[in-house]
C-alpha cells in the first residue's frame, strides 16, 4: 500500500497528508449518510415485491418500454401520429370563439 500512496503522490503533485486527509474525509462522510427506518407498509410492500419477483410475476424494462410506447414528439410526424390517437373531433379548431388578438404598435 506504501508504494500505491507514493504512486499517487507523484501522479496528482500531492503531499502524503493531502492524500490521508482527502481519503479520511471520503471515509467518514461514507459513514455518516443517515438511515431510515421503514415504516410498516413499506415492509409489507418491499415483502410484497420480493415474493412476486420469486414467483415470476414481474415484468422486464424492455417489456413494459414495449407496452407503453408513444410516439416521438421530437419530429413533427411523431406530433402528428399523437394527435391520431387522441381521438380530437376534426372541427375543435373551427369551433373556436375567441378573437384575433389585438394589433399593437411598434416599438
Known amino acids: 500500500m506504501a508504494k500505491q500512496v507514493e504512486q499517487a503522490m507523484k ?7 493531502e492524500l490521508v486527509r482527502e481519503a479520511l474525509r471520503i471515509y ?14 413499506e ?8 415474493a412476486a419477483c420469486r414467483r415470476g410475476d414481474y415484468v422486464t424494462l424492455e417489456e413494459y418500454s414495449n407496452q ?5 414528439l421530437g419530429t413533427w410526424q411523431g406530433f402528428f401520429e399523437l394527435v ?12 373556436r370563439s375567441d378573437v384575433p388578438p389585438q394589433k399593437r404598435k411598434p416599438l
Open 11 to 17: 501522479s496528482q503533485h500531492r503531499t502524503r497528508s
Open 28 to 41: 467518514l462522510s461514507a459513514r455518516l449518510i443517515p438511515v431510515e427506518v421503514p415504516t410498516a407498509a
Open 43 to 50: 415492509v409489507r410492500a418491499y415483502r410484497r415485491g420480493v
Open 68 to 72: 407503453t410506447k408513444r410516439p416521438r
Open 84 to 95: 391520431d390517437t387522441l381521438d380530437i373531433p376534426q372541427d375543435s379548431i373551427a369551433k
